[in-house]
């Protein structure tokens, strides 16, 4: 069983940068395909960035458009966590991010297709 603890939200002006983290424990990261998805009140999840193991250690990212260039998606294997650099925020990335583990099915920005999540961390973003 995979357990996912996301930390690192909070509140920044526009242009600020947050670093958001997912620890995992109870199976090693580097065995999943692993996003970052995001939800705000009245809104569906929306994806934001993913992580596609092609090697033990090496991976390609993916982003939603509204992000390439301002956020990065990373891991550190050994501490077993994935992480979202977060630079040049904007009042629209306001919202509650959750990351997913263990893509199942369908493509790497399906949410429903993602076997475990974690409880999200709070990024609120003022203008």
């Known amino acids: 069983q995979l357990q996912l603890v996301e930390s690192g939200g909070g509140s920044v002006q526009a242009g600020g940068s947050l670093r958001l983290s997912c620890a995992a424990s109870g199976r090693t990261l580097n065995q999943y395909d692993m996003g970052w998805f995001r939800q705000a009140p009245g809104h569906e999840r929306e994806f934001v960035a993913a992580?596609?193991?092609?090697?033990?250690?090496?991976?390609?990212?993916y982003y939603t458009d509204s992000v390439r260039g301002r956020f990065t998606i990373s891991t550190d294997n050994t501490r077993n966590t994935m992480y979202l650099q977060m630079n040049n925020l904007k009042p629209e990335d306001t919202a509650v991010y959750l990351c997913a583990a263990d893509l199942q099915r369908g493509s790497y920005y399906d949410a429903p297709g993602y076997a475990y999540w974690g409880q999200g961390t709070q990024v609120t973003v003022s203008s």
């Open positions: 992580i596609n193991w092609i090697t033990r250690t090496g991976y390609r990212g």
